[in-house]
């Protein structure tokens, strides 16, 4: 008999939790034992123990059975996108690990609660197998969220530092690439100064050719004129009968025999040279910006049928510049995009009364590599106009030796280039004992106003001692 009370206390918690509802109740020491379970979760003396039997450890992209000592009537998991839990059998629950994370599931049986820690850990992932296999013996370790890739590490160049970043990018196309890979000696500094200088160098060269001839008599007057330049005109109520809107360069005319002359010889050269030097901080991995110039005026037609109206947006034009600095070790690598542009009036075009300008736009982008002070320059943005009038007057203008009188013409040539010099710069802020004096003047801005009894003063004079009186 003893030994049956012995086997019936050995079988307790298992008769409670697997048979809750057994047909011959047990002996009372047993009944006694037998409602704990209903309430709380059945105790357990070993309190270590409790901890690690309710964390279930996995790893991304694998999966675990969970086994009850009971049949399973529910369950619950907070983040399916962490982990996800489906029941199998009546007393199994298969758990499939997602993404690295924790997430807590809750079991419910007959009469029973059960909740368990599900820690997924990232383990070895894809991308990361893929950087050993290409950069093999360098330190890389892959962090992914939904958001961002996070490297970190120790590399040992600056290659397969940026390499790195490029192919987690290619691979992660809609995921921000945070590369804080580390370089032997590397700078802290994380911020770039960005020294730029344009130089803009316009030459131009204009050489305008034209005879007008013409006479004014008692009983005749004539002119002959391509019309490519000004050419005078006959006014009756003039003294002279004759109106010059322009006398162009080379002027003559005889008042006696009334026969004059006008001739259109110029020749004309320019050159024009703009500088901007702008000076940009960006920190690393943003995008920093410079405009200088200004914006015009576009109208632009809302509406439809009888009910347009007219807006106005502004246009931006001048000298810009955008760059984005990557630091790796002791190397910058800039993106680049400088761009000038000026209003072209003579290709605008007039809406409604508004003349709207064209613009001249002359851009590069581009990717170097430097190191701390070192520069490069993009040179090369040409731009060459050439523009050539001639007019003639039919049959005289083919005349030998004469008909080059009755020619007109205007050669035109211009060409514009433009300069760029960068010169990027690692930099930090200033500790308050490294910051310079400001400068400071010898001697007051304005000295203290003298000879005016009225004026106000803010020093204290002595009179100057008296000599003695002579010895008697």
């Given at each position: 008999?003893?030994?049956?009370?012995?086997?019936?206390?050995?079988?307790?918690?298992?008769?409670?939790?697997?048979?809750?509802?057994?047909?011959?109740?047990?002996?009372?020491?047993?009944?006694?034992?037998?409602?704990?379970?209903?309430?709380?979760?059945?105790?357990?003396?070993?309190?270590?123990?409790?901890?690690?039997?309710?964390?279930?450890?996995?790893?991304?992209?694998?999966?675990?059975?969970?086994?009850?000592?009971?049949?399973?009537?529910?369950?619950?998991?907070?983040?399916?996108?962490?982990?996800?839990?489906?029941?199998?059998?009546?007393?199994?629950?298969?758990?499939?690990?997602?993404?690295?994370?924790?997430?807590?599931?809750?079991?419910?049986?007959?009469?029973?609660?059960?909740?368990?820690?599900?820690?997924?850990?990232?383990?070895?992932?894809?991308?990361?197998?893929?950087?050993?296999?290409i950069f093999p013996g360098e330190d890389i370790r892959v962090?992914?969220?939904?958001?961002?890739?996070?490297?970190?590490?120790?590399?040992?160049?600056?290659?397969?530092?940026?390499?790195?970043?490029?192919?987690?990018?290619?691979?992660?196309?809609?995921?921000?690439?945070?590369?804080?890979?580390?370089?032997?000696?590397?700078?802290?500094?994380?911020?770039?100064?960005?020294?730029?200088?344009?130089?803009?160098?316009?030459?131009?060269?204009?050489?305008?050719?034209?005879?007008?001839?013409?006479?004014?008599?008692?009983?005749?007057?004539?002119?002959?004129?391509?019309?490519?330049?000004?050419?005078?005109?006959?006014?009756?109520?003039?003294?002279?009968?004759?109106?010059?809107?322009?006398?162009?360069?080379?002027?003559?005319?005889?008042?006696?025999?009334?026969?004059?002359?006008?001739?259109?010889?110029?020749?004309?050269?320019?050159?024009?040279?703009?500088?901007?030097?702008?000076?940009?901080?960006?920190?690393?991995?943003?995008?920093?910006?410079?405009?200088?110039?200004?914006?015009?005026?576009?109208?632009?037609?809302?509406?439809?049928?009888?009910?347009?109206?007219?807006?106005?947006?502004?246009?931006?034009?001048?000298?810009?510049?955008?760059?984005?600095?990557?630091?790796?070790?002791?190397?910058?690598?800039?993106?680049?995009?400088?761009?000038?542009?000026?209003?072209?009036?003579?290709?605008?075009?007039?809406?409604?009364?508004?003349?709207?300008?064209?613009?001249?736009?002359?851009?590069?982008?581009?990717?170097?590599?430097?190191?701390?002070?070192?520069?490069?320059?993009?040179?090369?943005?040409?731009?060459?106009?050439?523009?050539?009038?001639?007019?003639?007057?039919?049959?005289?203008?083919?005349?030998?030796?004469?008909?080059?009188?009755?020619?007109?013409?205007?050669?035109?040539?211009?060409?514009?280039?433009?300069?760029?010099?960068?010169?990027?710069?690692?930099?930090?802020?200033?500790?308050?004992?490294?910051?310079?004096?400001?400068?400071?003047?010898?001697?007051?801005?304005?000295?203290?106003?003298?000879?005016?009894?009225?004026?106000?003063?803010?020093?204290?004079?002595?009179?100057?001692?008296?000599?003695?009186?002579?010895?008697?």
């Amino acid at each position: 008999m003893v030994c049956v009370i012995v086997l019936s206390t050995l079988l307790l918690p298992g008769a409670v939790s697997l048979a809750p509802g057994a047909q011959t109740p047990p002996p009372a020491p047993v009944r006694a034992a037998a409602p704990a379970p209903a309430q709380t979760p059945a105790p357990v003396s070993d309190s270590g123990r409790l901890e690690r039997d309710r964390v279930l450890m996995l790893t991304a992209g694998r999966s675990m059975v969970l086994t009850t000592a009971y049949d399973i009537t529910r369950i619950a998991i907070t983040d399916p996108k962490i982990a996800d839990a489906v029941v199998v059998q009546p007393r199994e629950v298969l758990i499939d690990g997602r993404t690295a994370g924790t997430v807590s599931l809750i079991v419910w049986g007959a009469g029973r609660r059960d909740q368990y820690d599900v820690v997924v850990d990232p383990g070895v992932t894809t991308l990361q197998q893929t950087l050993q296999q290409i950069f093999p013996g360098e330190d890389i370790r892959v962090a992914v969220n939904d958001d961002a890739v996070i490297l970190s590490g120790q590399v040992s160049t600056n290659t397969v530092m940026l390499r790195a970043a490029e192919i987690v990018a290619a691979t992660k196309t809609n995921a921000r690439v945070v590369n804080m890979l580390q370089l032997p000696g590397g700078t802290a500094s994380q911020q770039v100064m960005l020294q730029v200088r344009f130089a803009e160098v316009n030459r131009a060269a204009m050489m305008q050719a034209g005879f007008t001839f013409f006479t004014q008599a008692q009983r005749f007057a004539g002119r002959t004129t391509t019309q490519q330049f000004a050419a005078p005109s006959f006014d009756a109520e003039s003294p002279s009968g004759l109106e010059f809107t322009d006398f162009l360069n080379l002027f003559f005319f005889d008042g006696r025999e009334g026969i004059g002359a006008v001739v259109k010889a110029l020749e004309s050269k320019g050159y024009f040279q703009s500088l901007a030097e702008p000076n940009l901080i960006a920190y690393n991995g943003q995008e920093a910006s410079f405009l200088a110039g200004g914006e015009f005026p576009i109208p632009v037609v809302q509406g439809g049928g009888n009910n347009n109206s007219v807006t106005v947006q502004f246009k931006e034009f001048g000298v810009r510049l955008k760059f984005k600095p990557t630091i790796a070790g002791d190397v910058i690598r800039l993106k680049v995009a400088p761009e000038v542009s000026s209003l072209d009036f003579n290709n605008g075009v007039t809406l409604q009364g508004f003349r709207i300008p064209a613009l001249l736009t002359r851009r590069a982008e581009t990717d170097v590599e430097l190191r701390d002070g070192q520069s490069f320059a993009i040179a090369g943005l040409l731009n060459n106009v050439t523009q050539e009038d001639k007019a003639a007057i039919p049959i005289l203008s083919k005349l030998p030796i004469i008909g080059a009188l009755f020619k007109s013409k205007s050669d035109r040539a211009e060409r514009t280039e433009l300069m760029v010099l960068i010169t990027p710069r690692l930099v930090r802020p200033l500790d308050p004992d490294e910051v310079p004096p400001l400068p400071t003047r010898p001697k007051a801005f304005l000295p203290a106003p003298t000879g005016e009894e009225d004026a106000p003063t803010n020093r204290t004079e002595t009179p100057a001692p008296t000599a003695p009186p002579p010895p008697r």
